[in-house]
């Protein structure tokens, strides 16, 4: 069955799921979140609000008191986060005040009538409910499916990896990762593996969605378990948590799947209890400069009323709201790189739908879909189609935009979003690659989506990242990953319907990328020879790795021990292959494949 033609009325009437029938995720919980008035500098303690201005909160304690709410700050304590800001940690200019955020607790049934009569209080700038976020996932087209098996208790913890006694060992399905594969039907992951760093080593990718088989069997070696929240008890969350860190981080061996980054540390935050922006903001807390967040969820928008739909249309990104926008301004002015998936819309997030204001939004936001605007820093990953033929079905030209998925001048890369094999069952189902009573032995071939393209693109920004460390390299900022994602890859291309200017972007090209990230002043070349200076002359300079390139001596100073026994091993081999770039007699970089 082929994609390149939409059903009547649009992609994904007739519903994204099995058999054309149409399946929602079970939805988080709305969220009311209120803006405080800066001038009011409320506090929230165990006594109430209090306002540091003095100014008059006796309205709004006793509103709270008598509909039995809490206010909570969003973002933790509003004193801390003034001083991080005082501080200087963020670019204060540009990331909006955090500590003016505060999410209602109670009520819930009741956040519509809640919010007018909130934003009417003194103290309170508005207050906006947000839809609950699902996965930003989409059902497989033309194959049959096993009928529902639903598993509410999962072996998430404990006996990791381990089968049943008896049962058979899981094939290799690599060679179904046709994204492994050399540009332009892959991101050439497999070129990056033989790189010094290319499996993403040292670097560090936090998944916030909604729940996680952490028990699976292809998920053993660098998986850090759950970091924030509590994972929702629901196959369907599991199968789709699994299936992302599948593609990112599943263990490289003789059986399953290979993730893109495998050598990479994933870590997954439950967005519940805290909500999505809370959530995002406490992984961006965890991580360094450098490392990851990806963002797996999308919420029903404007162009519908932001209704929950079963066939997503008119989902968009998390960041157009003012709490997500904040929360993923503040990780990326940290250095953290955030990956969001575009969302399964079908929408041009070019549309002037996104840039009326909601009367209940603060004042001072801006349309973040809008290049104009102030953007939030984060990659949106669109879904391209797999090249036809893959697993003997037909989307359409390879890279084109897939009918699903949001598009325009915003989105920055894109990954395959149809026919990716990953770890993990289908939806609410055991896997349609391999199913049986194990569930940790679970795979698929169906992993699709916004969900299943932008794991790809983390993927490769990790393998980047690691190799930019083992470098001894500047890794990339949030601006430069984006710069070079749209710098570089395999050009998206038209479908019927669907040109290249409904932009979702290149497909990365891990290859390509290296040699964009090289500075302009940087010559390159193979080392002829090396002298591994360990008593260096005179004394008072550092230990140096000196290699032999283009006619001249080139210094490393300090090689850490894992690269000095990489040039060893290369030049013991007698076929050395020592590819490095320098910028006068200093090696600025080096990779090492043989």
Request: charged share 20%; net charge negative; aromatic share 6%.
């Amino acid at each position: 069955m082929t994609d390149q033609a939409e059903p009547a009325g649009g992609p994904g009437a007739s519903g994204p799921g099995p058999d054309g029938a149409g399946f929602t995720y079970r939805p988080g919980e709305q969220e009311l979140i209120v803006v405080a008035r800066p001038e009011a500098r409320l506090r929230a303690g165990t006594q109430g609000i209090r306002s540091a201005a003095g100014s008059d909160v006796s309205a709004l304690n006793m509103f709270l008191t008598d509909e039995q709410l809490a206010l909570e700050p969003l973002f933790g304590n509003e004193e801390r986060l003034h001083a991080t800001a005082m501080q200087g940690t963020t670019d204060g200019d540009d990331v909006p005040d955090l500590a003016l955020f505060y999410r209602v607790r109670g009520g819930e049934s009741r956040a519509q009538e809640l919010r007018s009569r909130m934003a009417a209080l003194p103290g309170i700038d508005t207050a906006y409910v947000k839809p609950g976020a699902v996965p930003a996932s989409i059902g497989a087209t033309g194959r049959p499916q096993p009928p529902p098996q639903r598993q509410e208790s999962s072996p998430e913890a404990g006996e990791s990896g381990r089968r049943k006694e008896g049962a058979p060992v899981t094939p290799d399905f690599t060679g179904r990762q046709g994204y492994l594969r050399p540009a332009p039907e892959g991101v050439d992951a497999q070129w990056a593996w033989q790189r010094l760093g290319g499996s993403g080593e040292g670097v560090t990718v936090i998944d916030i969605e909604g729940a996680w088989q952490l028990g699976h069997e292809d998920l053993t070696a660098k998986l850090a378990g759950v970091v924030i929240g509590t994972p929702i008890q629901d196959v369907a969350w599991r199968n789709h948590g699994t299936a992302v860190i599948g593609v990112l981080g599943g263990d490289r061996n003789q059986m399953g799947i290979s993730g893109i980054a495998p050598e990479s540390t994933t870590a997954a935050a439950c967005f519940q209890p805290l909500g999505t922006a809370a959530t995002i903001h406490a992984a961006a807390e965890r991580l360094a400069p450098g490392d990851i967040i990806l963002i797996e969820l999308h919420r029903p928008g404007p162009r519908f009323d932001f209704e929950p739909r079963d066939d997503q249309k008119g989902y968009i990104a998390l960041e157009w709201w003012p709490d997500d926008y904040a929360a993923i301004r503040h990780a990326t002015a940290k250095g953290v790189i955030v990956v969001g998936a575009a969302g399964n819309g079908a929408e041009s997030l070019d549309d002037a739908v996104y840039e009326r204001r909601p009367d209940e939004f603060p004042e001072w936001w801006r349309n973040p879909f809008n290049p104009s605007n102030r953007p939030s820093g984060a990659v949106l990953v669109g879904a391209g189609a797999p090249p036809p033929g893959t697993h003997g079905r037909d989307h359409g030209p390879d890279r084109s935009r897939l009918g699903f998925s949001n598009y325009g001048a915003r989105v920055d890369a894109q990954g395959w979003g149809r026919e990716t094999t990953t770890t993990g069952g289908f939806w609410d189902r055991p896997g349609d690659l391999q199913g049986g009573a194990d569930e940790i032995a679970w795979y698929t071939d169906a992993f699709s989506g916004t969900s299943s393209a932008s794991p790809i693109v983390v993927g490769a920004l990790a393998c980047l990242q690691g190799m930019l460390k083992a470098a001894g390299q500047q890794l990339m900022t949030p601006d430069r990953a984006r710069a070079v994602l749209r710098a570089t890859g395999s050009p998206q291309q038209d479908a019927p319907g669907r040109p290249a200017s409904q932009r979702i972007g290149n497909r990365p090209d891990i290859k390509a990328a290296v040699t964009n990230l090289l500075p302009s002043a940087v010559g390159s070349g193979r080392a002829e020879r090396y002298w591994d200076e360990l008593l260096p002359y005179p004394p008072e300079l550092p230990p140096r790795l000196r290699l032999f390139v283009a006619g001249e001596w080139r210094n490393l100073n300090d090689p850490s021990p894992h690269i000095r026994q990489a040039v060893h091993a290369a030049f013991a081999g007698g076929h050395p292959d020592v590819r490095v770039w320098f910028s006068d007699d200093e090696v600025v970089g080096l990779v090492v494949t043989g």
